[in-house]
């Protein structure tokens, strides 16, 4: 089975559009706000929408993709922390719907109602809905709320203790994934995403969250931002730092996905980062879309790159393209071995 483990719904219906910008519009005329959350999308809407990421899936070979909402769309700089709840509790909704429409294609994570200034513990009672009545098996961490001004108090600060306990207690993993700017020095997917990859990371090293949280997982999409390139500088500095070696302190709850969207990348990441630490993804449909003119494939094929390393075993192909997903989302596990779906064994 290939699990990609980083889809966003990038083609939601225009209502959820016409919805948000209602939303945002009855922060300073009420007279404008949505009269409902109830968007009039039909199931066959729902399904439509996801026609694109279906074919992607078929073509490309992958089976299920573990979807969340559109990360630019969780804009939690935006509006207040109510208008964040109630964006949050809708885009996970659909999500919902998606995965219950077509379950063998779609496994939900689900976004928080972060908001620039709020305590991550306002999250939680989502944090409970997303897994337990909506059936998620992770969820999408912002690092930083602010939308690239990086306001808030690092992740390893106490702040996020809370937040953590939950997560570890329901077993789910997050995905540190930042959402749009609103800093015109970062451009989103191009600089900002990577920079917060890379920023999560460092502050793991600074700060030494599992002692506390020894079962906590994080998954750090983007190949790991720049993570991988510069791994001598990080083994270095955990060293300089006092800390134990790289791969005995974060590699037990750090995981990096392969949305590199070039071969050398692909190479580089397997060559440096340790095999149980890889999961695929492709992100698709999502940050870059259309036909690389090297190769004559789409970006965000990134199967294509993986089947092209000739170095790895076929047990380490498994990994990245399941056994390591099964293993870091227990849920996902759990629920596919309910399903019929056995884990390989080499
Ligand atoms: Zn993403």
Redesign the pocket.
């Known amino acids: 089975m290939i699990i990609d483990i ?1 889809g ?1 719904y990038t083609t939601e219906p225009a209502a959820m559009h016409t919805f948000r910008d209602k939303q945002l519009a009855g922060l300073v005329d009420s007279a404008r706000k949505p009269t409902t959350t109830d968007l009039g999308i039909s199931d066959e809407q729902v399904l439509k929408s996801v026609e694109k990421q279906l074919a992607f899936q078929k073509a490309r070979g992958s089976d299920l993709t573990v979807f969340s909402p559109r ?1 630019s769309g969780m804009a939690h700089h935006i509006g207040t922390e109510a208008t964040s709840i109630e964006w949050t509790r809708l885009s996970n909704d659909i999500i919902h719907r998606i995965c219950t429409l077509l379950p063998d294609n779609f496994i939900g994570v689900g976004q928080l109602p972060q908001h620039p200034g709020a305590a991550p513990k306002e999250s939680i009672p989502e944090l409970v809905r997303m897994v337990k009545e909506l059936g998620f098996v992770g969820v999408n961490v912002n690092p930083d709320p602010s939308g690239g001004y990086w306001t808030g108090a690092p992740i390893t600060d106490k702040s996020w203790y809370p937040l953590y306990e939950k997560m570890a207690e329901l077993e789910v993993p997050g995905m540190i ?1 930042v959402s749009s700017s609103c800093n015109p020095n970062f451009h989103a997917t191009g600089a900002h995403y990577i920079n917060a990859d890379t920023t999560a990371f460092m502050q793991l090293i600074q700060g030494n969250l599992f002692n506390d949280f020894p079962t906590l997982k994080f998954v750090i ?1 983007h190949g790991g931002g720049a993570v991988p390139y510069h791994w001598g500088r990080y083994r270095g500095l955990c060293l300089n730092m006092k800390k134990p070696p790289l791969v005995e302190y974060l590699m037990k709850n750090v995981y990096f996905d392969t949305c590199v969207y070039h071969l050398p990348g692909i190479e580089l990441l397997t060559k440096v980062i340790p095999m149980d630490n890889i999961l695929f993804a492709s ?1 698709m449909v ?2 870059v879309q259309g036909i690389d003119p090297e190769t004559g494939f789409d970006y965000d094929d990134t199967k294509r790159y993986i089947d092209q390393v000739g170095t790895l075993s076929e047990a380490n192909r498994y990994k990245i393209f399941e056994g390591n997903a099964r293993d870091v989302y227990p849920l996902l596990d759990r629920e596919l071995t309910r399903r019929g779906h056995a884990r390989q064994t080499f």
Do not use: V
């Open positions: 980083h966003h990360a994934h999409p992100e999502g940050a």
